[in-house]
């Protein structure tokens, strides 16, 4: 087990003291490489936390700039950084926050072949982007890579959060909970969103991403949490793999 300095014992002090992480999941956090995909209202907070956190290799990617109308909840980005790249904008900022970590920023377009190298390169991935194409092709490459997979979602008032673990055979996945065919994300410019509602997705997003790194059992596998923030309540429902997913039926193949 890798030795903590002293600059990481005075950062990480008050979650080094929780029985859950300690020295040796402190360790590895800082050993962990993540993933995350989308820079907006869910990766943001989610960012940040894990960059607290001390999550070791952060992967930020989104092929967007950062605009005037994301500010509202993007908490990443400043006004200074309308214009840039919003995976550049996120990686000065975390940097700001944790200087002891490393940030990748990805700002190309994450095709079929630069997904599944990004995606191989890390021990988990989360999802934090708003269309359903993008998370129907997130979801196929962790489940090809057998890396777990945080999603959430937000609009509205409404929010949602779930994980996916593709690095068991017999989990269900992403594409289990949503067909392909006729699926199509409500945009954000159309129906909008509450600043808070992402805010707490993304925060939870970070939540579960931990408690993975940490070899903790989420609560969250193989369940859907969902979030009205109209009436501030929580109910979840149980997940489970349907036996005609075609990437379920590829990952069991290949077990």
Request: with cysteine; aromatic share 4%; net charge negative.
């Amino acid at each position: 087990m890798r030795e903590l300095n002293d600059d990481e014992l005075h950062r990480y002090a008050r979650q080094l003291v929780l029985p859950e992480v300690d020295f040796g999941g402190q360790a590895a956090l800082m050993d962990a490489r993540v993933l995350i995909v989308g820079l907006g209202g869910l990766g943001s907070p989610a960012a940040l936390y894990l960059a607290g956190a001390g999550v070791g290799h952060l992967t930020v990617a989104d092929h967007d700039q950062v605009d005037v109308s994301n500010l509202h909840r993007q908490v990443l980005h400043r006004t200074a950084d309308v214009g840039r790249a919003k995976a550049e904008s996120a990686r000065d900022a975390l940097l700001a926050l944790n200087p002891l970590i490393e940030v990748t920023p990805v700002t190309a377009r994450l095709d079929e072949g630069k997904l599944a190298a990004q995606v191989a390169a890390v021990n988990l991935v989360l999802d934090c982007t708003d269309n359903f194409d993008t998370r129907f092709a997130i979801n196929a490459a962790c489940a090809a890579a057998r890396k777990p997979l945080v999603s959430g979602a937000g609009i509205r008032f409404e929010g949602q959060v779930s994980v996916f673990r593709l690095d068991r055979p017999d989990a269900p996945c992403y594409r289990c909970l949503y067909r392909e065919t006729g699926s199509e994300a409500e945009p954000c410019a159309r129906v909008g969103v509450l600043p808070p509602i992402v805010g707490v997705i993304g925060a939870m997003q970070a939540l579960e991403a931990i408690k993975v790194l940490l070899g903790m059992e989420t609560g969250l596998a193989g369940r859907l949490l969902m979030f009205d923030g109209r009436r501030s309540e929580w109910r979840a429902i149980g997940l489970r793999q349907d036996p005609d997913c075609p990437v379920c039926q590829a990952r069991r193949a290949a077990s």
